[in-house]
């Protein structure tokens, strides 16, 4: 009898001390009740970490010309990136504001402040388009006798003179012409009347129509 109560608690402790043994082991990988909230706390503070992004600046360039359209659109999009890379709020050195780049005497004559149309980018979307169709009307003659013709040795079109015009004026674009063009216009940055006769010739404009400014607020 002695000898098998002897037996039975060697088998009982060949039983029960791996079992201890790996309880122990579970007790030291298994983090504590504490340690497991602080671990689901800290991957809480960093998902919720978010990355700063700087705002772009209301001067920085702004998309590139839609070069794909040749209509009104195409030619504006691809003026205002030659004039200010699309910038509605730039200023250049010489004062000419916003993304066509108008001097103080045309808002003058289409009744806007500089401040008013540095700050209004709908308003100088309003005074290109009225700008175009003024230049239009003072440019009928030069239009119907010189466009779809070759002239110093450039293929003339509607929308390179308007560019043209743009540029310069259209006083400039009718001395150009009066002169055989043998008179080189350019601007203060050296862009003369024939590099935008030539950038500007394939646009189809034939859906603004020549109105003279009547002195109407454009916005």
């Keep these: 009898m002695l000898k ?3 037996k039975y608690l060697s088998m009982a402790k060949d039983f029960l001390f791996p079992m201890g043994i790996s309880a122990v082991v579970a007790t030291l990988l298994t983090p504590s009740l504490g340690t497991q909230k ?3 706390a800290s991957l809480r503070v960093e998902t919720s970490q978010q990355v700063s992004v700087s705002p772009v600046a209301d001067n920085s360039p702004r998309v590139s010309p839609m070069n794909h359209r040749n209509d ?3 030619f504006k999009e691809k003026m205002g ?3 200010s890379r699309n910038n509605y709020f730039i ?19 289409f009744g806007v402040s500089q401040s008013e149309f540095l700050n209004n980018p709908a308003l100088q979307e309003n ?9 239009k009307w003072k440019l009928q003659y030069e239009i119907r006798t010189f466009a779809g013709k070759n002239f110093a040795g450039i293929p003339i079109t509607e929308s390179g003179i308007l560019a043209a015009a743009h540029l310069l004026g259209t006083g400039s674009v009718k001395s150009f012409f009066k002169s055989d063009g043998k008179t080189e216009f350019a601007d203060a ?8 006769m030539k950038s500007f010739q394939h646009f189809d404009l034939s859906g603004i129509k020549p109105s003279k400014y009547d002195g109407r607020k454009l916005i």
Excluded: C, M, W
């Excluded at 050195?93 to 005497?105: A, E, L, M, R, W």
């Excluded at 940055?189 to 935008?196: H, L, R």
């Design 4 to 6: 098998n109560k002897k």
């Design 38 to 40: 602080d671990l689901h």
């Design 72 to 74: 009104f659109i195409g």
């Design 81 to 83: 990136y030659r004039e």
């Design 91 to 109: 200023t250049n050195p010489y004062g000419h504001v916003g993304k066509y780049q108008f001097g103080k005497s045309a808002l003058k004559f």
């Design 127 to 135: 005074v290109f388009y009225a700008s175009l169709a003024h230049n």
């Design 189 to 196: 940055n050296g862009t003369s009347i024939i590099n935008y």
